[in-house]
């Protein structure tokens, strides 16, 4: 029987950090012996906020040297780079003609980036999403929210739907994308009446999706919120970065309810320790016997654990320019294969028809 197909990618907007690893590239690398696995590197995706053109193929160079290093083998799945197939950008064109901007202003990642962009402050109104309307309608030097940046959800879709993938590797904030995807599949099948997509599910070993919370007490771990641990960070720098994770007063009486930076760092602990250790640390706060202290260094420790071999390897790829070359290419032609045949079946679908 043909193995189910697997699509993930990640943005070439940085360093990948332990956010990425346990919400998608840890999975990658446990999927890709069970499954007909593709994993990208979403150049195109990071377009949308602008970075310098001088830095994006660099991210995308690191990014591919971290895949490879964090353990995807190139001989059991396909690795590419999203505009290396250049069937991406014409289904995106076609998909979008299904797709309402309504939809697509309701996204939370958009009203998310919009907000940063027109400097609004969550909370500073009861009708944030009239405000964010008003503003980006109202307001010709608002072009800092570009078109790309609304229709990333319809990009994203067509990374998925055009590798007819079934299963999507992403961690907790990427749910509603996929549920957007799961949309206009839907959409797409019904109106013309054919069975041409798949409904991606998200796929996470049975467990639930993860979010890997930052270091600063805060939600999530993110590279705009600058809380993260990257995998390349250098020992000293990483002990550095978890000696001084916010924390609070510490507990002040036996079963006392975790404050959020507290819970973060035992979320973190949770990903990167054993259940003993997790046991010991949480047996400590209930008897109010923790000291911050030491759970920062076991921490620390079980996070070297894991980052210490990827980075000693990244470090040896990033330098091998002619393999990754070599990578991306037979990526590429693989990835390329299966999306003209899908381009090719939606133009016929749409009428869209050679003389
Ligand atoms: P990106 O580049 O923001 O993140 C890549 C992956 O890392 C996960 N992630 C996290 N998981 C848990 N906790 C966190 N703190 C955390 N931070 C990041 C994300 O959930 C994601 O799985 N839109 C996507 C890229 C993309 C894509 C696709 C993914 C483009 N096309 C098609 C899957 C399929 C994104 O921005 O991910």
Redesign the pocket.
């Known amino acids: 029987m043909a193995k189910e197909i697997v699509?993930?990618?990640?943005?070439s907007?940085g360093n990948l950090?332990?956010?990425?690893y346990?919400?998608?590239?840890s999975k990658f690398v446990r999927m890709q012996n069970d499954f007909d696995c593709m994993f990208?590197i979403?150049d195109l995706?990071a377009l949308t906020t602008h970075p310098d053109p001088l830095t994006l193929h660099t991210n995308v160079k690191s990014i591919l040297a971290e895949y490879l290093a964090a353990g995807i083998d190139p001989e059991k799945a396909t690795i590419f780079v999203?505009s290396d197939v250049p069937e991406i950008s014409e289904l995106y064109l076609l998909l979008n003609m299904h797709v309402g901007i309504g939809e697509l202003m309701r996204t939370a990642s958009f009203k998310d980036k919009a907000r940063k962009a027109l400097g609004i402050t969550t909370g500073s109104s009861n009708n944030d999403d009239e405000d964010i309307e008003r503003q980006i309608i109202g307001n010709e030097s608002n072009k800092r929210v570009n078109a790309g940046l609304l229709t990333?959800p319809t990009?994203?879709a067509v990374?998925?739907l055009i590798q007819k993938?079934h299963k999507?590797?992403?961690?907790?904030?990427?749910e509603q994308?996929?549920e957007l995807t799961r949309r206009f599949a839907r959409r797409f099948n019904s109106y013309y009446g054919v069975d041409l997509f798949p409904e991606p599910v998200n796929f996470d070993f049975g467990g639930a999706?993860?979010?890997?919370?930052?270091l600063d007490g805060s939600g999530?771990?993110?590279?705009s919120e600058g809380n993260c641990i990257y995998l390349i960070d250098e020992e000293k720098v990483l002990r550095k970065k978890v000696m001084r994770a916010v924390t609070d007063e510490g507990p002040k009486e036996p079963g006392s309810p975790l404050s959020q930076p507290i819970a973060n760092l035992f979320s973190l602990l949770e990903l990167t320790s054993t259940p003993e250790v997790v046991k010991q640390f949480r047996d400590a706060y209930a008897d109010c016997s923790i000291r911050y202290g030491d759970l920062k260094k076991q921490l620390a420790e079980d996070i070297l654990k894991v980052t210490t071999p990827i980075r000693e390897r990244i470090n040896e790829y990033i330098n091998d320019e002619a393999y990754l070359g070599r990578v991306v290419r037979q990526g590429a032609e693989r990835a390329r294969e299966r999306a003209s045949k899908t381009l090719s079946e939606v133009r016929e679908i749409m009428g869209i028809r050679k003389f």
């Open positions: 699509l993930s990618g990640i943005r907007t950090h332990l956010g990425n346990y919400g998608a590239l990208f979403a995706h999203q990333y990009l994203m990374d998925i993938a999507v590797p992403v961690g907790k904030d990427q994308h996929l999706p993860v979010k890997v919370p930052g999530k771990m993110g590279k």
